[in-house]
């Protein structure tokens, strides 16, 4: 069996068109996104209302609360979490960033939308009840869950659906942070690691539709309220953002160690999985009795540490040791939160974190003679670097905090801090907070683009439902007849319920091929000659499966159920065009010349979908090189021959030549798609 792969090139409207419906959906995820997300906002705001009362912000109202509600309300929520997951979310899930990320980059970790929406309830109740958790996680997740739905209603391959998923996250992540261009950008710097065309079009359209959604119910102003007259510009500045990214490195990593520590703790502790998030809840109470500004996400202290004044030594100043105080209560109440099982994210407490060292570097500055140090700008730029370190991500982090502030100026200090921070990070932990638990999974995040397509890429993706089957009983000269008349390499032998039981290739029967093979033809059957191999699973990825194809005999492998019954069957030519699709983005035919021993007979097996059929020479082709028609380019048909029809010879076929010129009245022996040999004869007017 020769394998001939064709290498036309997809048609550029067809490209065209795809990519144009993708956006189309990436608009509907993004509109819906968005809207779901002002709606947890909303639901968020009006729950934090019931529960602490009064008109202020959560870190006004929890100040006021008698100090017995300020330490149970976190646990009381945070038990409601907990018994919400037991009873509605115990299938296992893929809900976080990390999780997405998965799904996203390796198609891994399914959506599912009963578990998810009860996370999402959880979530609201833990940051409802001031759990020191952010609500851009919960929002991200709706964004993704809205892309995996209208994904599987539209029936998109697993390639386009990824790329939907990441769009619904974007939509999530700018409904949260109205930062649209920051949000697009993190979900392809972070989660794809890719920045192709066809990927960033449709992210960033539903991350615009998100905004837009956002803004039409809450309005457009910056999420910070930043003072006049900041400090934007001077070669001073960017000296301190830089000593700043390297301090918000530093911290961004013992955040990570904090959180995972805290996680390993809780897992370890031997009690009910539902009371966990309750404890965790207590011990977010405890601290805010003495520090209530560890509540929440950390928004409304951010606001007030950009208004007040920070000094070490000033009187009627914000004590700096508060703010010291603050840097380590507010990243063990986060890891209480986030460690005991609360649903939430830490975006947002991470860039309290960044604002607080922001300030506190300011005001040492301050003390050093000549040296003014901008205190709002510095809280500013380190959130952007706690935003670097936490997610590797500094670009993302520069443009969120400008479209934060809606303060251009920024850019350059901005910039110093991210990538210094972004670096230190990387420099004393190989991974970001994410992608550590998907390395400690086994998930290869540092995979090239030909190995990702091979973790992306499921068995059941590529398999072939048409499999060549024979029974353990069936007898050799049964064998050999159906080797002649069916030309296929190999034969799978099963018993009575399908259970795979080994293989017969053409080679352990080929000396009894044109033979009467007598009573032995009777005598022997196939679990005689058959050898054993093993079966795919249809879960399993490309990587996991190459290496049963090094056997030279064997050109197809055998999918089978979790009973070991044969369920299809995947060829080594679809493995190689299944890569060259998703490496190089060029299509390839998965269809074969198959050659009988004697070589007397040969025939073309197609892939799904396609067929052989003539399309004549009309006066639009006529007189033009077969090379110029473009017939590959614009409607993806590969000529396989032409085909010359004279009175007293009859019918001549010569094989494909880009020079040949074309005479009206000739026909073209092509493959294609049904649909794109229709409409190439509907342009011809064949």
């Known amino acids: 069996m020769t394998p001939s792969p064709d290498r036309a090139e997809p048609p550029r409207a067809a490209q065209v068109g795809g990519l144009l419906r993708l956006i189309a959906c990436a608009l509907l995820v993004g509109a819906i996104g968005g809207l779901l997300g002002v709606a947890f906002r909303v639901a968020t705001d009006a729950l934090q209302a019931q529960v602490m009362g009064g008109d202020g912000t959560l870190l006004e109202a929890a100040r006021q609360l008698p100090w017995w509600r300020r330490l149970v309300t976190p646990a009381a929520g945070a038990l409601l979490a907990g018994l919400i997951i037991h009873f509605a979310a115990r299938r296992e899930t893929a809900f976080g960033l990390t999780d997405l990320m998965e799904v996203v980059r390796f198609r891994r970790r399914p959506i599912r939308i009963g578990p998810t929406i009860a996370r999402i309830g959880a979530a609201l109740a833990t940051i409802a009840s001031g759990g020191s958790v952010g609500r851009e996680g919960p929002i991200i997740q709706l964004g993704a869950t809205t892309a995996n739905v209208l994904g599987g209603l539209l029936r998109a391959d697993p390639r386009r659906l990824s790329i939907l998923l990441a769009a619904g996250a974007a939509s999530g992540m700018a409904a949260a942070y109205n930062a649209p261009l920051a949000s697009a950008v993190f979900v392809m710097e972070a989660m794809l690691a890719n920045f192709a065309l066809e990927v960033f079009a449709p992210v960033v359209a539903a991350s615009l539709a998100g905004t837009l959604v956002m803004c ?34 530093g911290a961004s990593v013992a955040l990570q160690r904090l959180l995972q520590f805290a996680t390993a703790r809780f897992r370890a502790w031997r009690a009910p999985a539902w009371i966990k998030p309750a404890a965790g809840g207590l011990l977010v109470g405890a601290i805010g009795l003495l520090w209530p500004e560890v509540w929440g996400n950390g928004f409304h ?3 007030e540490i950009l208004r007040w004044k920070i000094a070490l030594f000033e009187p009627g100043a914000l004590l700096a040791t508060s703010v010291v105080v603050l840097l380590v209560m507010k990243p063990l109440a986060t890891a209480c939160s986030v460690g005991s099982g ?17 300030a506190l570097l300011a005001s040492l500055l301050s003390r050093v003679p000549g040296v003014e140090a901008p205190r709002q700008t510095l809280a500013l730029v380190g959130m952007a670097g706690m935003v670097a370190g936490i997610a590797h991500a500094p670009i993302a982090a520069v443009v969120l905090l400008l479209e934060m502030t809606h303060h251009a100026g920024l850019v350059l200090p901005l910039a110093a801090c991210a990538a210094a921070s972004a670096a230190t990070a990387r420099l004393l932990a190989r991974d970001s907070l994410y992608t550590e638990n998907l390395r400690a999974r086994g998930v290869p995040v540092d995979a090239g683009a030909e190995e990702l397509a091979l973790h992306q890429l499921r068995v ?57 093979t ?28 190459l290496e049963p194809f090094d056997d030279p005999l064997l050109d197809e492998l055998p999918v089978v159920d979790p009973n070991g019954r044969v369920v299809g069957r995947v060829t080594r030519r679809d493995v190689l065009a299944t890569l060259r699709l998703e490496v190089l983005h060029h299509p390839q035919s998965r269809a074969k010349f198959v050659l009988e021993e004697d070589d007397s007979a040969r025939y073309l097996e197609l892939p799904a979908g396609y067929e052989i059929a003539r399309v004549p020479v009309t006066a639009a082709l006529a007189g033009r090189r077969l090379g110029d028609t473009k017939l590959r380019r614009n409607h993806g048909l590969v000529v396989l021959a032409i085909v010359k029809s004279d009175p007293e010879i009859g019918e001549q076929r010569a094989a494909f030549d880009p020079d040949a010129l074309l005479l009206e009245g000739e026909q073209l022996v092509v493959m294609g798609r049904k649909d794109d040999l229709a409409a190439a004869k509907r342009e011809i007017g064949g």
């Open 216 to 249: 039409a119910f809450l309005g457009d102003a910056p999420l910070y309220d930043v003072p006049a007259g900041l400090a934007e510009q001077g070669s001073a500045l960017v000296v301190a953002a830089v000593l700043l990214g390297v301090a918000c490195g």
């Open 301 to 303: 202290a951010i606001s």
């Open 342 to 358: 609360g649903q939430g994210g830490v975006f947002t407490p991470a860039m309290f974190l960044g604002a607080a060292i922001g």
């Open 460 to 516: 059941g993706e590529l398999m072939d439902e048409r499999v060549a089957l024979v029974t353990t009983t069936t007898p050799l000269q049964e064998l050999v007849a159906r080797f002649a008349a069916e030309h296929v390499d190999l034969l799978w032998v099963v018993d009575a319920q399908r259970t795979l039981q080994g293989v017969v290739t053409l080679h352990d029967v080929k000396e009894y091929l044109g033979r009467d």
């Open 518 to 545: 007598g009573a032995t033809g009777r005598a022997v059957i196939a679990s005689d000659v058959a050898r054993r191999v093993s079966g795919l699973r249809p879960g399993q990825s490309l990587a996991e499966v």
